[in-house]
């Protein structure tokens, strides 16, 4: 069976300790390969690689280690039908999103970092009669990098890029249970000119080799995406040794959709909202608040057209929706359904396990779910379920429709629908989210403050925010 490696000091690795954990394949429920349980030695292996490698790449200067980015972006490109195929297996996800979606982005990210830091400037004040400040923007040194199992190597390398660019050196941990990709890049780094310790890949468990990352003295900042109660335990232990913290958490995202919107794009976006990636995306919107006109003609649409929204084995050309990631993952939304019903929710449409025809007897799918019939404040609709399941409720005012869209601990993301664009800028100026989208979804600017509001992350990433998080700013002045 094939062995992933950990990549440390530009080689190939086993972990310290020589023990590996199942990766399993979500579209069969099969063991496919083995990941490194890496622990706390290979971390300190890591860093003290890292820093024999960051004099040389944090002066190397900003044309030739935007080159070697370029680089890594045109390795991925050469082989993309492997990522593509990697991605696709090791996530469970529809073979062609990984090929539309997961590996462009991939690439795009390498390829906007590298250029970006070409063009990243840092400030001068000056003061009338005084003198001038001028700041300076250098690397922070080692940097930590989490990422999660939903979008593997598009979210790893959305943190990687900027690091990189910015002159730091980095420790990455991808999710355990999506490590392939992350694999994959290891074995084009040194092809492409990244030198030994620059970019350290280690695999294993987040509450061993992650925790050991956030707690090692010697990585000064830490970007990490995942769920909240992760990041509530990030944020506790590294906020004492001061680390500079991006945390990209947790969403309950509302979709609010007026009567005056334009119908059928709305319900064909809305679709795709719920449920690409089986929705396991952040920026799904798994809360959809409709304008009571036209409610019963939306739920009567949304289910027609989701019967022809097919659930299958990820490489089924005709697949709109594969696996969930696991077996865990699949038994946490089936219990959220339960729970659902518990609270009086009626299913609409779906709601159950689907058991596919060999060899993908054993893989975890679920139909898409529509719920409805529930308060706002119940669970369901306050916590993240972060599966192909979403509720549908009914609103008669603006002002209702923001109440409850503001009514979660959340504030990711919103998607307004509505052709009156007074009202829908009113609506995206008071609901509390970081990203909004009006009458369209995940269109994506890499240059826009990327991250959420309350629970749902501190701190943005995306352009020039990611390159200032991963730089220290020094103010110099100088009198006149
Ligand atoms: P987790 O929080 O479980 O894990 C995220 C990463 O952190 C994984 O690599 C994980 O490793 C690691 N990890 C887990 N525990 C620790 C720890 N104690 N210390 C350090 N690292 C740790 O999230 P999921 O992987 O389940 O991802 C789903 C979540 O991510 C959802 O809540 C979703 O909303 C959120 N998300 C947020 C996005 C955003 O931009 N705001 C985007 C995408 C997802 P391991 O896998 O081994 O446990």
Redesign the pocket.
């Known amino acids: 069976m094939k062995k992933i490696s950990n990549y440390i000091a530009g080689k190939h690795c086993e972990p310290h300790n020589n023990e590996y954990i199942d990766n399993v394949d979500p579209a069969t429920g099969e063991v496919y390969s083995l990941i490194p349980n890496s622990s706390s030695e290979d971390i300190e292996k890591a860093v003290l690689a890292s820093q024999e490698a960051f004099p040389l790449w944090s002066s190397m200067g900003i044309e030739k280690r935007s080159a070697i980015l370029m680089n890594v972006a045109d390795k991925i490109e050469s082989r993309l039908e492997e990522f593509i195929t990697a991605e696709s297996k090791d996530n469970g996800k529809p073979l062609s999103l990984a090929r539309n979606v997961d590996i462009p982005r991939a690439i795009s990210n390498f390829r906007f970092f590298a250029t970006s830091i070409l063009h990243f400037s840092s400030e001068s004040h000056y003061m009338e009669g005084v003198g001038i400040n001028y700041t300076t923007r250098k690397p922070i040194g080692i940097v930590g990098c ?6 593997p190597l598009y ?1 790893f390398s959305w943190k990687i890029a900027p690091a990189l660019a910015a002159g730091n050196c980095v420790i990455a ?5 999506t490590p392939y990709t992350a694999y994959l890049l290891s074995t084009v780094l040194e092809e492409a000119g990244v030198p030994a310790g620059v970019l350290n890949i280690v695999h ?4 061993k080799s ?2 050991a ?2 707690k090692h003295p010697k990585i000064k900042a830490i970007s ?8 509530a ?2 944020a506790k232990t590294a906020a004492p040794m001061f680390k500079k913290l991006s945390l ?4 309950k995202n509302p979709n609010i959709i007026f009567a005056d919107c334009d119908f059928d794009e709305m319900l064909k976006t809305t679709v795709r909202s719920s449920f690409a990636n089986q929705g396991q ?2 920026l799904c919107g798994s809360r959809i608040l409709i304008e009571k006109s036209i409610y019963q003609k939306f739920k009567l649409a949304f289910i027609e057209k989701l019967k022809r929204h097919k659930v299958s084995f990820p490489t089924d050309p005709e697949s709109r929706m594969g696996a969930v990631v696991s077996k865990g993952h699949m038994q946490k939304v089936l219990s959220c359904i339960e729970l659902a019903k518990k609270e009086g929710g009626e299913v609409i449409f779906g709601g159950n396990q689907i058991k596919m025809s060999a060899p993908y007897d054993n893989g975890f799918y679920i139909e898409p779910t529509v719920i409805e019939g529930l308060p706002y404040n119940c669970k369901t609709n306050q916590e ?1 379920i ?1 599966g192909p399941v979403v509720t549908i409720m009914p609103f008669e005012t603006e002002e209702e429709a923001i109440q409850i869209a503001n009514s979660t601990e959340y504030g ?1 993301a919103t998607t307004i629908w509505s052709n009156d664009l007074k009202r829908a800028h009113r609506v995206a100026d008071t609901v509390h989210a970081g990203i909004i989208w009006i009458n369209a979804w995940l269109i994506r600017d890499l240059r826009t403050p ?3 509001v309350k629970s ?2 501190v701190g943005r990433e995306g352009g020039w925010e990611a390159l200032r998080f991963f730089t220290e700013p020094k103010n110099i002045f100088i009198k006149h």
């Not at 989490?146 to 979008?151: A, E, G, K």
């Not at 941990?173 to 249970?177: G, L, M």
């Not at 990209?248 to 969403?251: Q, S, V």
Request: hydrophobic share 35%; proline share 5%; net charge negative.
């Open positions: 989490i990422s999660p199992w939903n979008l979210l941990k991808p999710s355990e249970v294993g468990l987040g509450t992650g925790d990352i956030v990490f995406t995942g769920g909240t109660q992760t990041g335990y990030i990209e958490l947790g969403g995306i952040c993240e972060f990711l990327f991250g959420g749902s992350g």
